[in-house]
């Protein structure tokens, strides 16, 4: 496969690919959502961490090598929604 086809079928199926996801595309969107979703509960468990710092880098990771802004604070616990932008650049 070159990498043309090989793009086009690493989209969701909603996007005419064949839904087979790159890890390296997935990696800061499962793991931005997930720190995002389990922040409350992160908080009531050790409420002197700094939870900011665990989610600091992987932000500044977002806004240098992807886009300028991540996704609204209601939407930031949905792995979709910051997965969306990788997608739309790609397809």
């Known amino acids: ?3 043309t086809v090989w793009r086009q079928s690493s989209l969701p199926v909603s996007r005419g690919g064949l839904g ?13 959502a997930s720190v995002h979703s389990a ?25 240098e090598e ?6 609204i604070l209601t939407l930031r616990s949905a792995q979709k929604a910051w997965d969306i932008p990788i997608v739309d650049q790609h397809y």
């Open 1 to 3: 496969m070159d990498d």
């Open 20 to 32: 087979i996801r790159r890890v390296d595309e997935l990696a800061l969107p499962a793991f931005s």
């Open 39 to 63: 922040f409350d509960l992160m908080k009531q468990i050790y409420p002197q961490g700094d939870v900011n710092s665990i989610v600091s880098p992987a932000m500044n990771l977002w806004q």
């Open 66 to 71: 992807r886009f300028a802004q991540p996704p």
